[in-house]
């Protein structure tokens, strides 16, 4: 039985991620990372410690191991309801120890030490994508420029005022069980099998069911150099949105949560910022999916024809070839459905919190005639 936590490494430094091309299956071996707090998770056999007191007060070892409870349980938006509700006692000197013999001062480094571990700076970025990215979609993405605008199947983009970046906005309605969905995208170390100019993709590291670290490396059109990226990526069920969604962000540091990341000199390093998938059932039969990519390749100018080529031969293969798996999973799919029983059991239990949204109409479903953009002025930018 697969569990959040792994064994313990034979050395207490950060293991290293080595990418290396591995074969096509779906089988992968993932680095069994295990950080201190997983440590204590582990070793811990009491019941849960105090969390509040009478008073209001806040117990700091108890929020403290109830946050990293939710962290590692894959419960990150509860983790981050708690860690407001500590950083709002600590504001008005609400916060009290155990330990009755901690001075003021003891107590204030102790709180520090908590704020500034690694997993407490993962759920605030985890936070601000989400939230960032859940007010651009609510305004209607009035600043993008449209390249394909159609009622089921939507590509806009962004050039970032001042930076060589561009934002892009997919969405994209399938005829599908939202189970599949989660297959195609979660299997990532698939994507060297058919994502557009994809060459390397492997899940290397993890350490709950929705938190996990993968690397890609893509080949670009020449004359560019190959990309490579550490992608770390995080799954939550959003109640009051009634979806699923996954935040992503490339891993800046030089290791992830005890492991040591290895790059390599000759490819570019590309960073994704402030990007999430958003996915909501429509129906048992239907679902929505919307993405909202940010990202650098560290190109100092980007052509229009390269974005135009970016958008329609690999976003738009991208989104094509989802649905086609989606709506019928390749038997390697269902083969690890099967083989990881554990995991899709624990991500039904996350979807079956989720209530059908509006059905389609009859008649309605994926636009016709896929490979036609609608916006003409993008179909006049790619053909210069």
């Known amino acids: 039985m697969e569990r959040f936590w792994r064994a ?29 707090w997983l440590k204590i998770i582990q070793e ?18 108890g929020m403290s191991l109830k946050i990293m409870q939710l962290f590692y349980t894959d419960e990150p938006g509860d983790a981050s309801h708690c860690l407001q509700q500590l950083e709002l006692a600590w504001s008005e000197k609400r916060v009290i120890s155990i330990d009755d013999s901690l001075t003021q001062e003891q107590l204030s480094s102790k709180y520090e030490e908590f704020i500034s571990e690694e997993e407490i700076t993962l759920l605030k970025r985890d936070a601000a994508i989400i939230n960032d990215m859940l007010t651009q979609m609510r305004t209607g993405m009035p600043d993008y420029q449209r390249f394909k605008d159609k009622p089921h199947s939507k590509i806009y983009y962004r050039h970032e005022e001042g930076l060589n970046q561009l934002t892009l906005y997919v969405e994209e309605v399938f005829e599908c069980p939202l189970l599949n969905i989660f297959a195609v995208m979660g299997e990532a170390q698939l994507f060297k099998n058919w994502v557009p100019m994809m060459k390397q993709s492997e899940i290397v590291a993890d350490v709950s069911h929705l938190r996990k670290l993968a690397y890609f490396r893509v080949a670009l059109p020449w004359p560019f150099e190959q ?16 979806a699923a969604v996954l935040s992503m962000c490339t891993v800046d540091e030089d290791s992830w949560l005890g492991v040591a990341l290895k790059r390599n000199p000759k490819y570019v390093r590309v960073d994704v910022h402030r990007s999430f998938i958003y996915a909501q059932m429509l129906d048992p039969t239907h679902c929505t999916l919307k993405m909202v990519i940010n990202g ?42 099967e083989q990881k029983s554990e995991y899709y059991d624990a991500i039904m239990r996350k979807i079956s919190q989720l209530k059908p949204g509006e059905g389609l109409a009859d008649g309605e479903g994926q636009d016709d005639d896929e490979d036609e953009f609608q916006d003409a002025q993008g179909e006049e930018q790619y053909s210069q």
């Not at 080595?18 to 074969?23: C, D, H, N, R, S």
């Not at 811990?44 to 070892?61: A, F, N, Q, R």
């Not at 980007?302 to 086609?324: D, M």
């Open 227 to 242: 990309r490579e990226c550490y992608l770390q990526a995080c799954g939550q069920i959003l109640k009051e949105e009634n």
């Open 44 to 61: 811990k056999k009491d019941g849960p410690e105090p969390i509040t007191e009478k008073d209001g007060s806040i117990i700091l070892e």
């Open 8 to 36: 313990k490494p034979k050395q207490e430094q950060p293991q290293e991620s080595i990418p290396t091309e591995g074969a096509s299956s779906g089988v992968y071996e993932r680095i069994k990372t295990e950080t201190k």
């Open 296 to 337: 650098d390749p560290h190109i100092t100018f980007i052509p229009q024809k390269l974005i135009n080529f970016t958008l329609k031969n690999v976003i738009g293969v991208f989104i094509r070839q989802i649905g086609k798996k989606a709506q019928k999973l390749p038997q390697e799919y269902v083969d690890l459905i």
